[in-house]
C-alpha cells in the first residue's frame, strides 16, 4: 500500500468532505427558499392591502403614487414567484437526483456527481438570490411611494 493507497485514501476522505460541504449547501438552498417564499407571501399581503386602499387616496399626486406604488408591489411579486413556485421547485429538486446511486463503482464518477451537484446547487442559489435582492428593492420602492402618498394626502389634502 504504497503511495497508491495514500493516494486513493486521500481522494476518498476529500470526497467524503465534499459530500458533507454539498449537504450543507443543501441545507443553505432549503433555508434561502424558505426566506423567498416567507418574503412573496409579505409581499403578497402588502400588495393586497394597498390595493384595499386604493380608493382611498385624494385624486392628484397621492392617488398617482398609490398606484404606482402598487405596480410596484406587482412587479416584485412577478420577479420573485416564478423562483419559488413549487412547480419550479420541483423541478430543480428532481433534477438533483441521480439514476442509480448505488451503481457508482468508481471513484471518478462519484467526484463528477458532487462537481455537478455543486454547481446546479450554486445555480441555483444565485437565481433565487438575485430574485430575492431585486424583488425586495422594488418593494422598498413602492412602500416608499406609498408612504409619500400618505405624506401627502396628510400635508395637503386633510381636512
Known sequence: MGSTGATAFTRRRTLLVA??????????VASLEDGATRIAAAQVAG??????????????????????????LI??????????TPRRLAR???GMLEGDILAIDSTAKEEEIVRRLSIAMEGHMQRVRRGMTVSVVIAVLALAAVALAYVLEKAFYAP
Open 19 to 28: 459530500w458533507e460541504l454539498l449537504e450543507f449547501g443543501r441545507e443553505s
Open 47 to 72: 400588495l393586497i392591502a394597498v390595493w384595499t386602499q386604493l380608493g382611498t387616496f385624494e385624486n392628484g399626486p397621492p392617488e398617482v403614487l398609490a398606484w404606482f406604488g402598487w405596480g410596484l
Open 75 to 84: 412587479l416584485s411579486v412577478s420577479l420573485l414567484a416564478p423562483t419559488v
Open 92 to 94: 430543480f429538486w428532481e
